[in-house]
């Protein structure tokens, strides 16, 4: 039988069984049960494996839906996972334990292990690790593919492959069966690995928009200091108690490695590192094409929320490369229920609960309302481009977002800017009327931004789109030229985007 099942009735015959008081001890595991399925429809995703930790101990754990959808091949505990970017969790961990030994220094530059690469000599380990190695060297966070360039200094360093390397430092140290490092399809075969098989939601463009269908995706092989582990959750349990237990790095370099770089920074050394509500959150997220995942850990309440998924939508909609992971609906759902004990709380707003919400929200309340609405806001805006009708709930819950909370009209959130941008594109592709309904909120929010980084290229690339949208070309070619010309920034996709639309509108 089915984990799923099991579980599902378990919950119902202990909540059934309990006198009153009894049923709200249980209420936040039925609450968050319902809202992964809640979720896992929504986006449409074929598979998903989930487990919360307290302390050491596992307090939930469950698996929904298929790993193979066409052989109805349900996903469970030993079906691994691509997990992208949680190799960098790997990555950092490794670093802290060469640097204790000796074998490098957090302060080397990377020229020193890489030096093939072009990069600045004022560029060092410490701030690929940190993601802060773009513009002015160690001040701004911006998630940067130089990270894999720690895979060289890896290697040097131990004096053994990548490979190697996390495989005996963290992979054979824990005993963790079902994880390994993806190179290629052989190897799957050859080594009898189960795969949770890739998907997409998609399709063929219809009206300017895509059908909402998921189809078969494919897998990615091939491996780096940025990404490539395959694991479970389960696996990632046992990686999870190893960091508490500090059998792998002490708790002075676990301390460094969770704290943020610099107080403009939400990451620390492989890992992001953020403040919420009160209550330190350290997370990981991985995101393939056909993949993703999420690795949360609240110290302060001991508890590790760890979930993986056959299709990108559990990361893709919430833009966790911006470093928040409040924005994710799936981070929230676990969150409200097993951290801050907003079990009563809907995940979802619709247009009547928005109309009292301002009512609900108290001193105690309002950081996490602000964040949900935020969150649920980016998923309508993302799922809207294959429904019209999510384009217009996500325009719904902004109003709402900028009514009750003024202070976000002016606000440097990027996610924001992000939401805002791609409502006006779906507008614009559908072919409807250019609204004006956000101007003021959008032009404030992309000038607090680049008032505290002139460069930052997602916000040049948001207020570039912005005056496209409006046929104001030569404030577009502005942005995309700060893009173009921002010095010591790797090229990128928004690099080549800006470029190309500077050389076709010369």
């Known amino acids: 039988m089915k ?16 006198s009153t008081e009894e049923k709200a001890k249980v209420s936040p595991t ?32 469950d698996y929904l839906g298929n790993s193979d959808v066409k052989n109805h091949i349900p996903i469970d505990s030993t079906i691994t996972i691509p997990m992208a ?32 690469f072009n990069i600045p000599d004022s560029i060092k380990i410490k701030h690929i690790l940190s993601h802060t190695s773009q513009g002015e060297v160690g001040k701004h966070f911006y998630y940067s593919n130089r990270f894999g360039l720690l ?14 390397t996390i495989q005996n430092r963290i992979i054979n140290k824990l005993g963790l069966k079902n994880t390994y490092l993806l190179k290629d399809s052989t190897q799957l075969i050859n080594e009898n690995r189960r795969i949770a098989q890739p998907y997409t939601l998609g399709g063929e463009i219809k009206d300017g928009v895509m059908e909402k269908q998921t189809k078969y995706g494919f897998i990615d ?17 046992i990686l999870d108690n190893a960091l508490n237990d500090n059998t792998l790095i002490t708790e002075a370099l676990k301390l460094k490695m969770f704290t943020p770089f610099n107080a403009q920074s939400s990451y620390g050394l492989g890992i992001f590192s953020q403040e919420f509500m009160g209550k330190k959150l350290i997370w990981g997220y991985g995101q393939y ?38 924005t994710s609906l799936f ?63 996500s325009k719904m819950i902004l109003k709402q977002v ?46 607090a931004l680049l008032t505290i980084d002139s460069d930052n290229p997602y916000a040049n690339y948001y207020m570039g789109n912005y005056y496209l949208g409006k046929g104001i070309t030569d404030n577009t070619a502005f942005f995309y030229d700060k893009i173009v010309s921002a010095k010591n920034f790797s090229p990128w996709w928004y690099t080549e985007e800006a470029k190309n639309w500077l050389e076709a509108n010369k």
């Open 3 to 18: 984990i799923t099942t099991n579980l599902t009735i378990l919950i119902f015959l202990l909540f059934n069984s309990c």
């Open 30 to 61: 039925i609450s968050f049960n319902n809202e992964l399925q809640e979720l896992k429809d929504y986006f449409q995703i074929p598979g998903i494996a989930v487990l919360i930790k307290k302390e050491n101990q596992v307090i939930y754990e």
């Open 85 to 116: 970017s949680l190799t960098k969790i790997f990555s950092g961990i490794t670093i802290m334990q060469l640097e204790a030994e000796g074998k490098l220094s957090l302060d080397d530059p990377i020229n020193k292990y890489a030096s093939s």
């Open 151 to 164: 895979t060289s200094v890896i290697e040097k360093a131990n004096n053994q492959s990548f490979e190697k």
């Open 221 to 237: 092989y091939g491996f780096s200091s940025s990404a490539g582990i395959v694991s479970t959750v389960r696996d990632l349990a």
């Open 289 to 326: 094409d056909c993949y993703s995942s999420l690795f949360l850990k609240v110290p302060s309440k001991n508890l590790t929320f760890i979930i993986a998924a056959n299709n990108n939508l559990m990361s893709d909609p919430a833009r966790l490369i911006n470093g928040d992971v409040t």
């Open 331 to 393: 981070a929230m759902s676990f969150l409200k229920n097993f951290v801050f004990s907003f079990t009563d709380e809907a995940l979802f707003e619709n247009e009547s609960s928005l109309n009292t919400l301002k009512t609900k929200i108290t001193d105690d309340n309002t950081e996490f309302f602000h964040k949900k609405l935020i969150a649920q806001s980016l998923a309508s805006a993302y799922m809207s481009r294959f429904d019209s009708a999510e384009s217009e709930k």
């Open 402 to 447: 900028f009514k009750i909370f003024p202070g976000s009209k002016s606000k440097a959130d990027l996610n924001l800017l992000f939401n805002l941008q791609l409502l006006n594109f779906m507008d614009t592709i559908r072919g409807n009327p250019s609204t004006s309904d956000f101007d003021v909120q959008y032009k404030k929010i992309g000038k």
